[in-house]
């Protein structure tokens, strides 16, 4: 008896720092602060599809990486805050069509116009070589087949503005990364008299015809620049050229003033819910009912905890997912609670009915909840949204505390109160209803 | 007295074809409505834009707005009035290059402020994606609860093999997916109001809480035809079934009332983007709750009968 108010107090105890921190990260400007999602902070979530068709399969990992850096560096330039710039490849279930996106994530709202259009502006570089066949019969344009080489603004590693020494027009020099040296030394070795045309995002840019091997991995291209051309196409290809084309499949901008909205209506709604269900929970099931009133504030606290730790960005569906799982986290002691009444009714004594009940009630209370966490693995595996994903990891975070609060906690609480005799009080305490 | 416990017990197993007659009904109509009118998809996953725009100053009328647009060539597209100072717009999926046009136009060549509140623009193939996510996810869940269930009742055999709890499970967790579905038929055809991905996942935690109150009872049957086993009392399954229903009936309604609870506060209170979604789990779980105790457990004494002909 003793030892299980000990441990009882100590519950109670870590509840109450948790509780501390959990209110003092809130008041300061900290780390511990809840992460907020685009749609109730304010921002864009940009959604791009990158096309690798081009690209060979076991190069694919390597474009998309050296794509988010681009964009990252990019986003950056713009001075938006704690940007996020990730790629996903769709997994096992989708055509090859979208397998591989690019989402970029720009809370707050300063320049977010001039973010999205600069990484639409972010130039596509690629060397092609330009094979010309003698027009068909009947027709008098020349055919002219591309054939990527694998060469393409993922390899560059610098651009630099040149004037000719001859005529001082403006060339722009590209030097490559030690990998795109061999690769243009190869290229230049085995088609020595053809064409390798440089195109910027599709257009030809400058067809030169490859004279000699190039073995010092530079490049220079003498289109017909002005120098601020010429200026600002090198500026473009130093911030990043894309190595694979992008195109944008989705835009989301969410204005601060709805989301803050979405958030009051959240904490309010979770307010009252708790409320309600406390009120439940103690009509209905009296002393055992307010035990676990305090361990469902231990489930809130403990859950808002850990969102803080992990860190968890909540979003409007995430906030609903914590306050539905606030209504699922008592079903536990629901259970446990109809099945200590049960044992009373058999005659069983107080103590024994209350083991009995936490017992008996665990193989249904396993099984129920096994089947919830499999949803939101589910979900949260195949979430089409941010908004699904954040929901599933909220629910499934629930289900999983509300375990240990429902069973444990209850349990420790209500042992440690200690009821040993029966009386008419006691027998009052634990039976239920509204009688 | 005791007679009459006896027959408030097997109430509910006794009278099941009432019950799988009201479900019949209900599953019925919303199969009807759905292949008549369908659910109103959100851009989620048809692809198209929304844009919520407010005038600060004053609001411009639909039609000096619909005059702006006309030279746009936007195609298909709604304005709707929202509060008091916005407007909601519908069109189909829009360029970075095209966004810019149309706010030029809204603003009336910058002649009216405005405030952007929400653009949420979808292209056509993000939407296929995610109705082919959406149908796979909803799909695996079942399948997984089935093998779950019949993984948890491997040792029940007797009468009913474990397999068959796993598949009235899935009848089960279809009649609750098909009524919200339904629901939400009738509502997009009357009301306009549309189905999103948000929605989808409504219906996949419908499923995981119909399976929770399913199991509640299922596992009281279990238990108790180990104690009927045990105490070689050779009770008929049928009654086993009915006493297991009656026992868990108040605990199967306060499990679900709590969340109701809940889900009705959230949509009242809640976040108005997350309104629809507080419905559409109040209806499938409501759904879920009844067929936990009036369809799914009755169910089993129907395949019991069925295998004794």
């Not at chain 1, 000990?6 to 921190?21: D, E, N, Q, S």
């Not at chain 2, 093998?147 to 040792?155: E, M, N």
């Not at chain 2, 297991?244 to 109701?260: C, E, G, P, Y």
């Amino acid at each position: 008896m003793f030892r299980q108010r000990i441990i009882a107090l100590l519950v109670i105890i870590v509840a109450v720092a948790i509780g501390y921190f959990i209110y003092q990260t809130e008041q300061v400007d900290s780390s511990y602060n809840f992460k907020l999602g685009l749609d109730l902070n304010g921002g864009s979530h940009l959604i791009y599809q990158a096309d690798v068709s081009e690209v060979a399969t076991s190069d694919i990992a390597s474009s998309m990486e050296a794509l988010r850096n681009v964009i990252e560096r990019r986003v950056n330039l713009f001075g938006v805050s704690e940007p996020l710039v990730q790629t996903e490849s769709a997994g096992l279930i989708a055509g090859k069509t979208i397998a591989q996106k690019l989402i970029v994530e720009l809370p707050g709202v300063a320049d977010i116009d001039k973010a999205i259009t600069m990484i639409g502006k972010t130039p596509l570089l690629e060397f092609k070589l330009v094979k010309e066949d003698p027009p068909a019969v009947g027709t008098t344009t020349p055919t002219i087949t591309l054939t990527p080489t694998g060469l393409t603004g993922r390899l560059l590693k610098r651009a630099a503005l040149e004037f000719d020494q001859n005529i001082g027009e403006p060339q722009v020099l590209l030097s490559f990364t030690s990998e795109g040296q061999e690769l243009f030394a190869q290229i230049t070795k085995d088609n020595v008299g053809r064409v390798l045309g440089i195109f910027l995002d599709g257009q030809p840019l400058s067809l030169p015809v490859v004279r000699e091997e190039i073995r010092d991995g530079n490049a220079v291209i003498s289109g017909n620049f002005t120098p601020a051309e010429a200026k600002i196409l090198v500026r473009d290809l130093n911030y990043g050229a894309l190595p694979v084309p992008i195109k944008l499949l989705s835009t989301q901008k969410i204005g601060a003033s709805l989301g803050a909205d979405a958030v009051k209506a959240g904490v309010k709604a979770g307010g009252i819910s708790f409320l309600v269900i406390a009120l439940f929970l103690i009509l209905w099931y009296r002393l055992p009912g307010a035990i676990a009133v305090i361990a469902l504030a231990i489930y809130v606290a403990l859950n808002l905890a850990l969102f803080k730790l992990i860190p968890v960005t909540l979003t409007a569906a995430g906030i609903a997912g914590f306050i539905l799982s606030i209504g699922m986290a008592v079903d536990a002691n629901i259970l446990i609670f109809e099945r200590l009444k049960e044992e009373l009714r058999r005659g069983k004594t107080l103590v024994d009915a209350i083991h009995e009940g936490f017992t008996r009630a665990w193989t249904s209370i396993r099984d129920s909840n096994l089947s919830s966490i499999i949803t939101a693995v589910i979900l949260f595996w195949f979430a089409s949204t941010s908004v699904i994903k954040g929901f599933a990891l909220v629910f499934g975070i629930g289900v999983l505390t509300s375990m240990l609060t429902a069973i444990t906690v209850s349990r420790t609480l209500l042992f440690a109160l200690g009821f040993k005799g029966e009386n008419k009080i006691t027998r009052f305490l634990f039976s239920c209803g509204i009688r | 007295m005791e007679l009459d416990k006896k027959i408030k017990k097997m109430l509910i197993v006794n009278n099941r074809k009432i019950f799988y007659i009201i479900s019949a009904v209900l599953v019925g109509v919303s199969i009807i409505v759905l292949m008549v009118w369908g659910l109103n998809l959100s851009i989620d996953f048809k692809g198209g834009t929304i844009i919520e725009i407010s005038y600060p100053d004053e609001r411009p009328a639909v039609s000096d707005i619909e005059k702006n647009l006309e030279k746009l060539n936007l195609g298909e597209h709604s304005i709707r009035p929202v509060g008091e100072m916005g407007y909601l717009i519908r069109t189909r999926s829009l360029e970075e290059s095209e966004r810019a046009i149309l706010f030029q136009a809204l603003s009336n060549n910058g002649s009216k402020k405005i405030t952007e509140e929400r653009f949420d623009s979808v292209g056509p193939l993000l939407g296929k994606e995610a109705v082919r996510k959406s149908l796979f996810s909803i799909i695996l869940v079942i399948v997984c609860i089935v093998l779950f269930i019949t993984f948890a009742f491997r040792k029940v055999s007797e009468p009913v093999a474990s397999w068959k709890y796993g598949l009235i499970t899935v009848l089960a967790l279809i009649h609750d997916v098909l009524i919200p579905a339904g629901v939400f038929a009738v509502l997009g055809h009357f009301k306009g109001i549309e189905v999103d991905t948000l929605f989808v996942t409504a219906l996949l935690v419908v499923l995981g809480f119909s399976v929770h109150d399913t199991i509640v009872v299922f596992d009281r049957v279990r238990e108790n035809l180990k104690v009927n086993h045990e105490t070689r009392t050779k009770k008929p399954f049928e009654q086993i079934v009915g006493e297991s229903i009656s026992q868990t009936f108040v605990r199967s309604i306060n499990t679900s009332l709590t969340t109701i609870l809940v889900l009705i506060v959230l949509f009242f209170v809640g976040a108005v983007s997350t309104q629809m979604f507080s419905l559409a789990l109040i209806i499938g779980i409501t759904a879920g709750t009844y067929s936990s105790i009036f369809i799914g457990s009755t169910l089993l004494v129907t395949a019991e009968k069925f295998q004794r002909k």
